[in-house]
């Protein structure tokens, strides 16, 4: 059983957990995620690892009510406990395999687009650690579901952007990206992890001033084994699975138009049967790992 130390509900309907899991705090990288099961025989939901802590032996979730399972686990209090939880799961982020000299030549800037926050601070955090500057942008669509900017002022430079220019700058992620270019600011590397359609306008701006791209496919992913098929994604011309081939891809390689019609099939039973007898073999990668 893995105790939930903190609970906090963050804005709208984005909560935090802290959990005791020291096997996991131990060994995690910033870019993994986890598997929790609320309660026996419950649903599997995989959710990026937002901070961990390997001295105290804790790991940080956050998660949106969407569905059954995490409308329970929003009525969950300190001293719960999940059934359980596995992990830690998928690809660290390429740039932990980077040493701080190397670091320290890149120019970083990441963006946030809503509760994608929460994968992109466990990154920035690290760089923090190494020694490393960066730049974090931070969208969302207005001001009543921010969160988290004061912690992640902790570890990064923040420009918080909304959409209906209730706070901070005024404008999508891609309008902030071109202002803050525009004012001077140099990147060659940058990373993206939020909704879907926002990750691939990010990424088309991006090809077009040449930065290199790096997104996370988290919001594709379902039992986080690859099983189901639901996080497959091409990826320059190949099929890869999510889950345990990223979840971080090169964006410049990743065809957006596809994994979002996956992603609205796969909401419904005849749109899941249609996928897997389109995609035949490929459907699942049972038949690689």
């Given at each position: 059983?893995?105790?939930i130390l903190k609970m906090k509900h963050l804005a709208a309907n984005n909560y935090e957990m802290r959990v005791n899991a020291p096997?996991?705090?131990?060994?995690?990288?910033?870019?993994?995620?986890?598997?929790?099961?609320?309660?026996?025989?419950?649903?599997?939901?995989?959710?990026?690892?937002?901070?961990?802590?390997?001295?105290?032996?804790?790991?940080?979730?956050?998660?949106?009510?969407?569905?059954?399972?995490?409308?329970?686990?929003?009525?969950?209090?300190?001293?719960?406990?999940?059934?359980?939880?596995?992990?830690?799961?998928?690809?660290?982020?390429?740039?932990?395999?980077?040493?701080?000299?190397?670091?320290?030549?890149?120019?970083?800037?990441?963006?946030?687009?809503?509760?994608?926050?929460?994968?992109?601070?466990?990154?920035?955090?690290?760089?923090?650690?190494?020694?490393?500057?960066?730049?974090?942008?931070?969208?969302?669509?207005?001001?009543?579901?921010?969160?988290?900017?004061?912690?992640?002022?902790?570890?990064?430079?923040?420009?918080?952007?909304?959409?209906?220019?209730?706070?901070?700058?005024?404008?999508?992620?891609?309008?902030?990206?071109?202002?803050?270019?525009?004012?001077?600011?140099?990147?060659?590397?940058?990373?993206?992890?939020?909704?879907?359609?926002?990750?691939?306008?990010?990424?088309?701006?991006?090809?077009?001033?040449?930065?290199?791209?790096?997104?996370?496919?988290?919001?594709i992913m379902v039992d986080g084994t690859g099983m189901c098929g639901a996080c497959r994604v091409t990826v320059g011309g190949e099929v890869k699975f999510a889950c345990v081939d990223g979840p971080e891809f090169d964006?410049?390689?990743?065809?957006?138009?596809?994994?979002?019609?996956?992603?609205?099939?796969?909401?419904?039973?005849?749109?899941?049967?249609?996928?897997?007898?389109?995609?035949?073999?490929?459907?699942?990668?049972?038949?690689?790992?």
């Amino acid at each position: 059983m893995f105790e939930i130390l903190k609970m906090k509900h963050l804005a709208a309907n984005n909560y935090e957990m802290r959990v005791n899991a020291p096997r996991i705090a131990s060994s995690c990288l910033p870019g993994q995620f986890l598997i929790v099961i609320p309660e026996e025989d419950g649903e599997r939901i995989p959710l990026t690892i937002a901070d961990y802590d390997r001295e105290n032996g804790t790991v940080d979730i956050v998660f949106q009510t969407i569905g059954t399972s995490t409308y329970k686990m929003a009525g969950f209090k300190e001293g719960d406990s999940f059934a359980d939880i596995a992990g830690p799961l998928g690809r660290p982020s390429d740039l932990t395999e980077l040493s701080p000299e190397e670091l320290k030549k890149k120019k970083i800037v990441f963006i946030a687009g809503g509760v994608g926050a929460a994968p992109v601070y466990p990154q920035a955090k690290w760089l923090k650690e190494q020694g490393v500057d960066c730049d974090v942008i931070m969208g969302f669509r207005t001001k009543d579901i921010i969160f988290w900017e004061d912690r992640m002022k902790e570890v990064a430079n923040v420009y918080v952007t909304t959409d209906d220019g209730s706070y901070g700058r005024n404008g999508m992620v891609t309008k902030c990206l071109e202002d803050l270019i525009s004012e001077g600011h140099e990147y060659d590397h940058c990373v993206v992890i939020g909704p879907m359609i926002m990750m691939k306008f990010a990424c088309l701006l991006t090809q077009k001033l040449g930065i290199k791209t790096i997104v996370s496919m988290n919001p594709i992913m379902v039992d986080g084994t690859g099983m189901c098929g639901a996080c497959r994604v091409t990826v320059g011309g190949e099929v890869k699975f999510a889950c345990v081939d990223g979840p971080e891809f090169d964006g410049s390689l990743i065809n957006f138009d596809e994994a979002m019609r996956r992603q609205t099939l796969y909401k419904t039973e005849e749109g899941r049967k249609l996928l897997e007898f389109q995609e035949g073999d490929s459907h699942t990668c049972g038949n690689k790992h």
